[in-house]
């Protein structure tokens, strides 16, 4: 086919105005049908809603002493005017910059000076001047820790705890595991695959929750649909053109392990995103036993890591790597997301994260298969892969 | 507390925005009139007695922020407060005293509050309609008409004949309807709409104080006040949001009501809340005679605060020993803080 039509599309070569003119004349027909919409108001459709929608999303909500601070979008199809404010039963008087009345899409930071009381819990309703509520609540007031240096360095250290030093603790067992057998390697591989599906499946399902939560506008469900997928289709692109490359069988099991460690940090950056946000409004009493919790489940992680090489001897440096960047972006991740907060972005490091961890499963699915092209062992990969999943599910109960 | 013991490695993420959105509310007023923005003055000046910004100093109190348009709105609960109708008078063949009214029922978008629009309902384009006033035996004649889109009636809270009451004689959309009868007892009185869904319908405005003075009227005083207490449900989500009385919240807290030391007060009290099962009434720093429904001369109590269930009244009487700013407020105090409440300013 492609032979056939070839030179007849060589064969005008002249016509490159006349195709642009093709090309052009759907797009001013479009322009006609949309100028015919909004000069005739809807063309003889009734356009105009009975009522106004609008819709107002709480992006951030501040507390300092005796202060609300609202950070607050506008979601609806047209602008809307914030009019009164009700806290627990109270009208109340606010400030709002840059001005009541907030454009589409538009910000707006309001502030009421309140005397709220730690412990207690707050509902708070906006009336717009259509008198359309909008309410938010506050579960349990605590004043919101400010981005200091010291609250740096506690992201920092809670990056360290449940990224960075997991992911260690797992790789250290690189010696131990070195004395294994073919086939335990093998098992050590599922193990790694099912421990990634979980976490896949996991991030998906957090990314679809926040997805619903998003401002309708940024359409959360695609973003986690275009995450997950560019994700998975970047990462095995990169994986053939280094197949491509012509590597031996060691560069590509070398290779899967980078590819994992770039997947669990993707992940880990989701996690101390989350983790951030929590901590910087007071909401997450992080207490020891879940760091602990934490830090078990994410041992795992450095494990997955580690079980293509086992067989090989890579250098310290390469495990050195793989390492931080399987834990590092935990501590990034907790830095946004404990000073900024964004749910499209949010969901969007979910799914990048989620699309990630399913493509190494790919990667890691293509080595052991040519494993166990030599020989065939289907118990200890349904195994492997069935305690992975397990062993997060377990640990997790220790977090949950 | 059960949610800090929950907390999960994601579930951070719904604490961490610690509010919950509000996703896409749909709105009830279709076609509002364009908001007047906030923030802009018309008529009298708001004496502002707990604004953080002025001489009162930084206590921090319930209060809308903005200023209504009460030019836009058509009417004004300061005149409301005062305005009694006594109707267009003349003398029967009997000798009766006859009192004529005009009362249509109408649709008015409202601005309850600051910038915020609410479609009442409303007797002669205002909440609470007209107070009809008259003398006890007189002969009321009410030509009411119906110039919305949905039925109505006025129901009297009196003695009278039965196709007069305003309950099964609906009277529909662009109608016509006279109501007749003496004005008995003497007391304080209220009326409204008995078209059903009740509530509905009295609570988007549709009520009023009807007074019928004893023969020989009431001891002199030298300032009366009408005040009728409501709440409005402003998204119609069967639970009020803001309550007042003369249908604007904090009115009265914001334009306090000014007299002069001794000067004799009387207040008719009518309490027409739906949704809420009693409202109350209390004067700061004083004490007043109570007259329950007015029936009577004598006053039953000496006190500063009474109930008021639904559709229940009374005539508060009462003089200040000391100028001063006194408030006045339900003691149902979430009431309070959602804008029933006023201030006496009491001048030497």
């Known amino acids: ?27 001013v027909l479009l322009a006609g049908v949309i100028a015919l919409f909004l000069f005739t108001n809807g063309a003889g459709l009734n356009v105009e809603p009975a009522a106004p929608i609008e819709g107002l999303q709480f992006e951030r909500t501040i507390l300092r ?58 509902f708070i309703k906006f009336f717009s001047s259509n008198s359309v509520p909008f309410e938010t609540e506050i579960e349990v007031a605590a ?27 797992g790789i250290f067992w690189f010696p131990a595991l070195r004395r294994l057998g073919m086939q335990w390697m093998t098992f050590l591989m599922a193990v790694t695959a099912g421990l990634l599906i979980f976490l896949g499946i996991d991030a998906t399902s957090e990314a679809f929750e926040i997805a619903n939560e998003v401002a309708g506008p940024y359409q959360g469900v695609g973003l986690v649909g275009i995450g997950i997928v560019a994700t998975i289709m970047l990462l095995d692109a990169i994986s053939r053109r280094q197949s491509g490359i ?7 099991r070398l290779a899967t392990a980078f590819m994992i460690s770039v997947g669990i940090g993707l992940h880990n950056l989701g996690e101390g995103l989350a983790i951030g946000a929590a901590y910087s409004i007071g909401a997450a009493a992080l207490g020891a036993f879940l760091v602990v919790g934490f830090i078990i489940q ?16 890579p250098a310290w440096v390469n495990l050195l790597w793989m390492g931080l960047i399987g834990g590092a972006p935990a501590i990034l991740g907790a830095w946004v997301g404990g000073l900024t907060y964004s749910q499209p972005l949010a969901v969007v490091f979910l799914a990048i994260g989620a699309g990630a961890v ?43 | 507390m059960s949610d800090l013991d929950s907390i999960s490695r994601r579930k951070f993420l719904k604490l961490g925005l610690g509010a919950v959105g509000s996703i ?49 709105n058509g009417f004004n609960p300061d005149d409301i407060l005062t305005d009694f109708d006594y109707g267009k008078v003349s003398t029967l063949p009997n000798g009766q005293t006859l009192r004529e009214y005009e009362v249509f029922a109408g649709v008015k978008t409202v601005e309850v509050m600051p910038s915020v629009n609410y479609e ?3 007797y002669n384009g205002r909440v609470p309609g007209p107070t009809f006033r008259a003398t006890e035996g007189d002969r009321m004649r009410i030509n009411f008409l119906n110039a919305t889109g949905h039925p109505h009636t006025m129901h009297f809270h009196g003695v009278h004949p039965g196709n007069m009451d305003g309950v099964y004689e609906v009277i529909p959309a662009g109608e016509r309807f006279t109501y007749e009868f003496d004005a008995e007892p003497f007391g304080l009185h209220l009326y409204h709409c008995h078209v059903f869904p009740l509530a509905e319908h009295i609570m988007r405005g549709l009520y009023g104080a009807f007074i019928i003075d004893p023969k020989g009227g009431r001891p002199t005083v030298d300032r009366e006040y009408v005040m009728v207490m409501n709440g409005i449900d402003l998204d119609f989500d069967g639970v009020n949001d803001v309550y007042a009385v003369n249908f604007i919240p904090f009115h009265y807290d914001r334009y306090p009501i000014k007299f002069k030391v001794g000067e004799k007060v009387r207040v008719y009290l009518v309490n027409i809340l739906e949704r809420d099962l009693v409202n109350s009434f209390h004067l700061h720093a004083n004490f007043f005679n109570y007259y329950p429904t007015g029936t009577s001369l004598t006053p039953t109590e000496y006190t500063d605060t009474i109930i008021q269930a639904q559709a229940q009244r009374g005539i508060l009487e009462f003089s200040y020993r000391y100028p001063g700013k006194y408030m006045f407020h339900a003691h149902v105090t979430e009431f309070a803080e959602l804008g029933w409440t006023g201030v006496f300013l009491v001048e030497e």
């Not at chain 1, 012509?246 to 590509?252: A, N, P, S, V």
């Not at chain 1, 994410?298 to 001897?313: H, K, M, Q, S, W």
Request: charged share 10%; hydrophobic share 40%; glycine share 10%.
């Open chain 1, 298 to 313: 994410n041992i795992t992680e450095g494990l997955g890591i580690i079980a293509p090489v086992l067989r090989d001897r």
């Open chain 1, 143 to 169: 004043e919101t820790a400010t981005p200091t240096t010291g609250t740096l360095l506690s992201f920092t250290l809670i990056g360290l705890y449940v990224g960075v030093i997991p992911v260690f603790l």
């Open chain 2, 120 to 122: 009442a309902w409303t």
């Open chain 1, 1 to 27: 086919m492609e032979t056939a039509t070839q030179p007849k599309v060589q064969s005008q070569p002249q016509s490159g105005g006349k195709t642009l003119a093709l090309f052009l004349i759907p797009v």
């Open chain 1, 246 to 252: 012509g590597r031996t069988e060691e560069g590509q």
């Open chain 1, 358 to 400: 399913f493509e190494v499963v790919y990667e890691i699915f293509k080595l052991i298969q040519k494993d166990s092209a030599k020989r065939p062992m289907p118990i200890t990969i349904f195994a492997g892969v069935t305690v992975g999943m397990l062993l997060l599910y377990i640990t997790g109960l220790l977090i949950k």
């Open chain 2, 24 to 72: 896409g509310a749909v709105g009830v007023l279709g076609s509002c009139a364009v908001p007047s923005p906030i923030g802009q003055t018309t008529g009298g000046v708001a004496v502002n007695l707990y604004n953080p910004h002025n001489q009162h100093g930084g206590l921090a109190m319930p209060m809308p922020v903005g200023e209504i348009n009460y030019q836009a």
């Open chain 1, 65 to 122: 002493p005796d202060q609300i601070e609202f950070q607050v979008q506008n979601t609806s199809p047209q602008e809307i005017t914030v009019a009164q404010l009700i806290i627990n039963d109270a009208v109340w008087p606010f400030a709002i910059s840059p001005g009541h009345t907030i454009p589409r899409l538009g910000r707006a930071v309001i502030t009421i000076d309140y005397p709220w009381v730690t412990g207690s819990p707050y």
